[in-house]
Nanobody, 126 residues
Framework: QVQLVEPGGGSVQPGGSLRLSCAAS????????VGWFRQAPGKEREGVSC????????YYSASVKGRFTISGDNAANTVYLQMDNLKPEDTAVYYC???????????????????WGQGTLVTVSE
């Protein structure tokens, strides 16, 4: 069964850090483009980071660049999103997603993804 599972998330104060995990089962994550998305209450879903299979490079939205880092552990078949210097506006449900082909470069931030995780809530507040 093809599945993405996202443990992690939680609450943190502004300036704090969290690391989200996205564990894949039923397929090898390293052969896919992987993206992290978020959706805040009343807002549209936005792509915050992705790692393109075509070039292996990380891409970030302007709102998180310099604060978030996407990485992967092939042995664990898991991709991570390290979030530092968190701000209240980072509060959202975060999702990981994968797509197998046809996505190149920074287009991975806005591409149509095929498989989605269940989402995990991140809350940044005092």
């Amino acid at each position: 069964q093809v599945q993405l599972v996202e443990p992690g998330g939680g609450s943190v104060q502004p300036g704090g850090s969290l690391r989200l995990s996205c564990a894949a089962s039923g397929f090898t994550l390293n052969y896919y483009t992987v993206g992290w998305f978020r959706q805040a209450p009343g807002k549209e879903r936005e792509g915050v980071s992705c790692r393109g299979y075509s070039d292996g490079r990380p891409y970030y939205s302007a709102s998180v660049k310099g604060r978030f880092t996407i990485s992967g552990d092939n042995a664990a078949n898991t991709v991570y999103l390290q979030m530092d210097n968190l701000k209240p506006e980072d509060t959202a449900v975060y999702y990981c997603a994968t797509v197998y082909s046809g996505v190149y470069g920074s287009a991975c931030l806005t591409a149509k993804y095929e498989t989605w995780g269940q989402g995990t809530l991140v809350t940044v507040s005092e």
